[in-house]
């Protein structure tokens, strides 16, 4: 078996998981990493045990012999990592959202198609073995044709402290931060939502979205350099390009709610969900006269599905794509983009039918 060697960009909370998903894999060997700060990236040097550690991205593409890298910096960096690693010809899984804009998102679309290397992005919930047995029962016809989609994804973490003390951490205050290149609870919260109605439902046609950023009970709403000004709040509705409708919905401010993710597909013939506060293993579905009079839903255990770790390193092996590549980034992307512009113009929006990437 090949050995594949690998770098990680940015060495905040999440790069935590990709590092100890890779350390596992047989054949996988994590070589080097990199982050603005020094006494951040040696630690996690240390505790991954990285040869390599580096406070700039670029020296590290330089210096080491590598296959692939992950993206794990702040999102307003994807895009110029992302394409000097394409450039230096690596294969690419790069953090959600792809990018901050659509313009970058279709340039390291065109830069990964140029380079013939594998692009990922780490739509985490793709993860769920219950969810994609829910989009294969879905694809698959289980409940006729699609009218509806319900789906939400729920956090409490400004209200509460099941994960610490926000007011305290920088991991959690530049998700609050535009200056510190955060999309809100829309760029992070949203784009998993948005990854799973265009997976279920297919082309969205039209959005129609309201953000919020309420003010969050400290003076000059500001903690130190951060401006709590990035959305912690959105609710909309998407028109599918078959027809289908569907209502999206994301908070930090949702007590009771440590991280609550919850999808419903509605068809002409049945219904199917996904909880996973309650199994992420397995899905709901209601079909047949009698379940759907009786309101009988039926759980589905679902075998476990291959993670975005291993599915990248197994397409750096087979030189075979796999999902989500960069396009469902840029789709998401453009969803983003539409919901922003929604906000802004306090209407709906149509997004291009012939998409340019």
């Known amino acids: 078996m090949k050995s594949i060697r690998l770098a990680i960009i940015g060495t905040g909370g999440m790069a935590n998981a990709h590092a100890g998903r890779f350390s596992k894999m047989p054949g996988v060997r994590l070589v080097a990493c ?6 951040r990236v040696e630690a996690f ?17 330089a210096a080491e012999q590598l296959d692939g890298v992950s993206v794990v910096a702040s999102d307003r960096v994807h895009a110029p990592i992302a394409l000097a690693a394409l450039k230096a010809g690596l294969h690419v899984l790069c953090e959600k959202p792809l990018a901050t804009t659509v313009p970058e998102a279709r340039a390291m679309l065109a830069a990964a ?12 919930y793709r993860d769920c073995a219950g969810l994609a047995g829910m989009a294969d029962a879905l694809h698959a016809g289980a409940i006729g044709d699609l009218r509806h989609v319900d789906a939400s994804y729920l956090q409490s973490w400004l209200v509460s402290t099941a994960w610490g003390n926000w007011r305290e951490s920088p ?20 784009s998993h939502l948005f990854d799973m109605l265009l997976w279920l439902g297919g082309d969205i ?3 129609d ?9 400290v003076p000059g709403n500001r903690v130190g350099p951060y401006k709590l000004d990035a959305n912690d709040s959105f609710a909309g509705t998407v028109r599918f390009r078959n027809g289908a409708l569907g209502a999206v919905q994301s908070s930090r401010w949702a007590v009771g709610h440590n991280n609550s993710v919850y999808v419903a597909a509605y068809g002409s013939k049945g219904a199917l969900r996904f909880d996973l506060d309650r199994d992420g293993g397995s ?13 009988a839903w039926k759980v589905v255990p679902c075998r476990p599905v291959p993670g975005a770790y291993e599915r990248f390193v197994s397409a750096i092996r087979s030189g075979r794509p796999a ?25 709906p929006v149509v997004l291009a039918r012939e998409r340019q990437a």
């Open 205 to 207: 046609a039209a959005i």
């Open 34 to 39: 990199a982050d603005l700060q020094r006494e």
């Open 171 to 190: 991991g959690w205050l530049w998700r609050l931060s535009t200056k510190h290149g955060s999309a809100g609870v829309l760029g992070d919260l949203g």
């Open 209 to 217: 979205c309201r953000l919020q950023s309420f003010p969050k009970g």
């Open 283 to 295: 899905y709901e579905i209601i079909t047949g006269r009698k379940a759907i009079h009786d309101r």
């Open 323 to 347: 999902a989500a590549s960069f396009r469902e980034g840029v789709r998401v992307q453009e969803c983003l983009a539409a919901c922003v512009e929604s906000d802004r113009r306090q209407r």
């Open 45 to 61: 040097a240390a505790k991954w045990n990285i040869p390599g550690a580096y406070t700039d991205y670029k020296a590290l593409l």
């Open 113 to 124: 198609r140029r380079s013939r290397r594998i692009h990922m992005v780490n739509f985490s």
